[in-house]
């Protein structure tokens, strides 16, 4: 989505989730740069119900179907999940696993960044079972420099081919 680049070579799709999950912004898009930032400088990511249950497994597997369907050859597939890691009801963790490790198997990379509970609420097991990789691919959503360490992850973990 870069208009600097002469050939299209990131796609970039936002799927936002709660209860349940919105696609924002399909993969397949034509927005500009400036038009995706603008989105997410907008995104409504106030809690939808009176009782705001997080259905991680949900947008799992959503983004799953999402990805299958528009994969395409030799082109690396990323993640980005920003997440109080407290997927509601704990019954539906085997599901989010399940989900992610069908990701992985399918050579996509999962990057989770912890963010605090509203309410204090914390439970490590869903941010250390979800990364691709614990040590390269969580962060710490409270972290002053978390934008950066994602970005960097990024750009190691899927690299734009050079141009001649």
Do not use: W
Not at 23 to 49: F, G, P, Y
Not at 71 to 95: E, H, P, V
Not at 153 to 162: E, G, L, M, R, Y
Request: hydrophobic content about 35%; glycine content about 4%; overall charge positive.
């Amino acid at each position: 989505f870069d208009p600097t680049l002469k050939t299209k070579k990131v796609r970039v799709g936002i799927l936002i989730y709660g209860e349940t999950t919105k696609q924002l912004l399909a993969l397949d898009n034509k927005k500009t740069t400036n038009e995706v930032v603008n989105l997410l400088s907008n995104m409504n990511l106030k809690k939808e119900d009176k009782l705001c249950r997080t259905m991680t497994h949900l947008a799992l597997k959503e983004v799953q179907t999402i990805m299958s369907s528009t994969k395409r050859n030799n082109t690396a597939q990323l993640i980005l999940l920003i997440t109080d890691g407290l997927t509601f009801f704990r019954r539906y963790r085997n599901k989010l696993y399940k989900t992610r490790n069908e990701l992985k198997k399918d050579g996509v990379i999962l990057n989770v960044v912890s963010m605090p509970h509203k309410k204090g609420k914390f439970e490590e097991e869903e941010f250390v079972k979800l990364p691709h990789d614990i040590e390269r691919n969580y962060f710490n959503g409270s972290d002053p420099d978390v934008a950066n360490a994602v970005m960097e992850q990024i750009a190691n973990d899927a690299p734009c081919p050079k141009t001649p």
